[in-house]
């Protein structure tokens, strides 16, 4: 049965992401039960070890704190009950504005990770961060690099305009070399206004060395010092990767990109052919035009495996009509794509005919199963452009789900 929603606060195209983290308890233990379902359960700090001497030991940990750094991290009661877990799979650390996270306290923290030899995810979330100085990163990176099957791993830095992030980054370069079985790999530095090219080429430099990485996302909305050569360093790092099945990229505000930057991007892109999801922000660029458009669409014809897409392009305001028409071209050659979602909330030069290249080659896309598409606040799409969308559904006979958020739009 095939389904149309039309939307205007669609979660797919929540573009803008809530940078306060959300408030949890301390502690939080989550374990699983004799089936397949996991029961949840909200101890407090004191019965945290009891509860792990019981016969079922907990495989997942998540320990935060609130936003405002009220909480206390108390590392000596934390370390002690993480002598009963070395069978303890996945480990979260949320560390919000946690003003007494000192360096000593993360070294006390990396030498009880040392031999926590099971952990297959960790995931470590720094918000506004006080004390993470170089050998801070230090101590983190000697736990990480004992992770030796572990095969997620998540790091958030960000809002934090004091932290040593070019001697951090080599640290865990060095570390991210020991991790031979990393499959899933999620680094977010976003809001690091510090954060350049000279640090995206400290990390882009690892890249190539993990060979097994079949996912990867990488968040650096409003990392300003950002420029097309970080870009270039990036995408030629990733084209080496032999195994990527998963690119996420966010460059949201990182206004030093333009077309150039995507040429550069799509070029490396070319040789991207096991890649099955791509995912590209580009927010809030008044350098990105039509040209951008071509730019990109001119790779995505060699993807031919491509299976999910993923563009966020709003409030670039320099894209119109022809932009959308460029890029279209594009999509008629990759026959494997089945999963569409595309953002140009705010590009209101954008109108009918637009909306009209892009129905027709969408048309002309074999498999396509769900598109999702939003035109928030493009005022000179009118009643005939949503009719051109609105015919996928009587002439794309796979399509099983079209969701279009014209918010704001002329309709009469």
Not at 99 to 107: A, S
Not at 203 to 216: D, E, G, M
Request: charged share 25%; hydrophobic share 35%; proline share 2%.
């Amino acid at each position: 049965m095939k389904k149309l929603l039309l939307n205007s606060n669609h979660p797919s195209f929540n573009s803008t992401q809530d940078a306060t983290p959300r408030v949890e308890t301390i502690f939080a233990l989550r374990k699983p039960t004799m089936r397949v379902r996991r029961c949840e359960l909200q101890i407090s700090e004191e019965t945290l070890k009891i509860q792990l001497k019981k016969r079922h030991v907990a495989k997942r940990w998540i320990i935060g704190g609130d936003e405002e750094g009220t909480n206390k991290f108390d590392t000596r009661k934390l370390i002690h009950a993480m002598k009963n877990s070395k069978d303890l799979k996945e480990l979260r650390l949320d560390l919000p504005a946690w003003k007494d996270v000192t360096v000593r306290k993360l070294g006390y923290l990396n030498e009880r990770m040392k031999k926590l030899s099971s952990l297959e995810t960790i995931d470590i979330e720094f918000f506004m961060p006080q004390h993470l100085t170089k050998e801070g990163f230090q101590f983190l990176n000697k736990g990480l690099q004992q992770q030796r099957l572990l095969k997620k791993l998540d790091i958030n830095i960000n809002w934090s305009p004091q932290i040593a992030l070019s001697k951090g980054l080599c640290h865990l370069k060095k570390s991210l070399k020991k991790l031979i079985l990393l499959s899933d790999l999620n680094l977010n530095f976003s809001y690091l206004m510090q954060f350049s090219d000279e640090e995206l080429n400290y990390l882009s430099a690892t890249l190539p060395k993990l060979i097994f990485i079949k996912n990867i996302n990488l968040n650096f909305d409003s990392c300003v010092q950002i420029t097309n050569d970080g870009f270039l360093e990036l995408s030629q790092k990733l084209e080496k990767m032999a195994y990527l099945q998963g690119v996420t990229l966010n460059f949201s505000n990182c206004r030093k990109i333009d077309d150039n930057g995507l040429k550069i991007f799509g070029q490396c892109l070319k040789n991207f052919k096991p890649l099955r999801t791509l995912s590209l922000t580009l927010e809030e660029n008044r350098n990105i035009t039509d040209l951008g458009m071509l730019n990109l669409a001119e790779s995505l014809k060699d993807l031919s495996v491509l299976k999910t897409l993923f563009l966020n392009f709003s409030e670039c305001s320099n894209i119109t009509s022809t932009g959308i028409q460029n890029l279209s071209m594009g999509l008629i050659e990759i026959t494997s794509l089945k999963n569409i979602y595309f953002n140009w909330t705010g590009c209101k030069k954008i109108g009918d005919e637009g909306v009209y290249y892009l129905s027709e080659s969408l048309k002309e896309v074999s498999c396509l199963e769900e598109v999702n598409l939003c035109f928030n606040g493009c005022s000179n799409i009118t009643d005939q452009g949503l009719e051109c969308i609105g015919e996928l559904l009587e002439e794309c006979a796979t399509l099983e789900k079209l969701t279009l958020d014209f918010n704001e739009s002329d309709f009469k």
